[in-house]
């Protein structure tokens, strides 16, 4: 079964510093990826989207991700953060296609970024 | 809908008192998804809805959870008995047509059991 493991529970970064979230997935190559950003008290929001089609994916609010196959990664980055980025964020892998009729996304333990005036 | 809403936001139970939550996924997605995420940690997948079929129910962690979808709208998860391990918050997802396509999640119920 596919899963993936978000290390560092805890990112700080300075505001306007790089932010890089780090994911790997197991097993073999998922068709899809996704990052997903929760803030305090609500659920989950999309981020980015991993199709295959193309290993650099550009999400929303200025973040993307890249797929590398060698690594089994799909960290995501930030050029500069913001103060509005601090919030928990989840990598997530979909069902595998191993025809057991699993159906849900697998989903990190998650990463807590914070951003430092 | 705009959205997936969820209700109530909050909850508050006794042990032991039974609680039904409930999911308004977006008009039309075929798919709905129950997760519950603990404090700290990511969601954890309980039950999956194809239209009103539950196709898949092998995360819901005890006999005393439920979940119904019978018109393949709207969705309740009812919880028997309640427990302090099931407090936790209940996200609800749609999506479009099958389980790998983009989930969207609702704001979530806060379960509190004292």
């Known amino acids: 079964a596919q899963s993936v493991t978000q290390l560092g529970s805890h990112v700080s970064v300075s505001e306007g510093a790089l932010v890089l979230l780090r994911c790997n997935y197991s097993?073999?190559?998922?068709?899809?990826l996704f990052w997903y950003v929760q803030y305090p008290n609500q659920g989950l929001q999309l981020l980015l989207k991993y199709t295959s089609a193309a290993t650099l994916v550009k999400g929303i609010n200025g973040f993307e991700a890249e797929f590398k196959k060698s690594e089994t990664s799909f960290h995501l980055t930030k050029p500069s953060a913001h103060m509005s980025d601090a919030a928990e964020y989840f990598c997530?892998?979909?069902?595998?296609?191993?025809?057991?009729?699993?159906?849900?996304?697998?989903f990190g333990k998650g990463t807590k970024l914070s951003v430092i005036p | 809908g705009a959205g997936v809403s969820q209700s109530p936001r909050y909850k508050v139970a006794k042990r032991g008192q039974d609680v039904a939550l409930r999911c308004d996924p977006i008009s039309g997605h075929v798919s709905l998804f129950w997760y519950q995420q603990a404090l700290g940690q990511g969601p954890e997948f309980l039950t999956y809805?194809?239209?009103?079929?539950?196709?898949?129910k092998s995360g819901l962690p005890s006999d005393r959870f439920f979940a119904e979808r019978p018109e393949g709208s709207v969705s309740t998860l009812k919880i028997q008995r309640t427990q302090q391990e099931d407090s936790a918050v209940y996200l609800c997802?749609?999506?479009?047509?099958?389980?790998?396509?983009?989930?969207?999640f609702g704001p979530g119920t806060r379960l509190t059991v004292l």
């Open positions: 997802a749609s999506s479009s047509l099958g389980p790998t396509d983009t989930q969207y």
């Open positions: 809805f194809q239209n009103e079929a539950q196709l898949d």
């Open positions: 997530a892998v979909p069902p595998a296609y191993s025809g057991a009729g699993s159906y849900q996304l697998t």
């Open positions: 097993s073999s190559v998922p068709p899809y």
